[in-house]
């Protein structure tokens, strides 16, 4: 008798772990299906090269661009020539199999930056060494 009130007594402390598992999985989920329907903004290359934002929008951390007028012989020569085009505040990132390369920013590196002064930036060290060949 003394366990059958034990077993009563503890169910509704099992019954509220489940509970807030079940919570917690469906609130990790959600954020999950949230993070991947943030949209990803296009940044460009111009004629000389040069990786641009665009300037009408607002800033995010990632941006997708073509890599369809680079022209490499091989995805490993397009890789190659990537991975080195970084700076102190921004990565960029060869996604061979889309044929797209991801542009990320470091935003809280220069929180105060704008889309211009971010541009400013790019055009700087792609001036120096140009995204295309």
Same mark, same amino acid.
């Given at each position: 008798?003394?366990?059958? =009130?034990?077993?009563?007594?503890?169910?509704?402390?099992?019954?509220?772990?489940?509970?807030?598992?079940?919570?917690?999985?469906?609130?990790?989920?959600?954020?999950?299906?949230?993070?991947?329907?943030?949209?990803?903004?296009?940044?460009?290359?111009?004629?000389?090269?040069?990786?641009?934002?665009?300037?009408?929008?607002?800033?995010?951390?990632?941006?997708?661009?073509?890599?369809?007028?680079?022209?490499?012989?091989?995805?490993?020569?397009?890789?190659?020539?990537?991975?080195?085009?970084?700076?102190?505040?921004?990565? =960029?990132?060869?996604?061979?199999?889309?044929?797209?390369?991801?542009?990320?920013?470091?935003?809280?590196?220069?929180?105060?930056?704008?889309?211009?002064?971010?541009?400013?930036?790019?055009?700087?060290?792609?001036?120096?060494?140009?995204?295309?060949?």
């Amino acid at each position: 008798m003394k366990n059958s =009130i034990r077993n009563l007594m503890a169910m509704p402390s099992v019954l509220a772990t489940r509970g807030m598992l079940m919570t917690t999985c469906f609130m990790l989920l959600a954020s999950l299906f949230s993070f991947s329907q943030t949209p990803v903004l296009s940044a460009t290359i111009n004629e000389q090269g040069i990786l641009q934002l665009p300037a009408d929008q607002e800033l995010m951390e990632m941006y997708e661009f073509s890599l369809a007028s680079l022209n490499f012989p091989t995805d490993e020569a397009l890789i190659d020539f990537l991975s080195t085009k970084s700076s102190e505040y921004f990565i =960029i990132r060869p996604n061979t199999g889309e044929g797209k390369g991801v542009l990320v920013l470091k935003l809280y590196d220069q929180p105060e930056w704008t889309a211009d002064d971010w541009n400013a930036h790019l055009a700087l060290v792609c001036n120096e060494h140009p995204i295309k060949q």
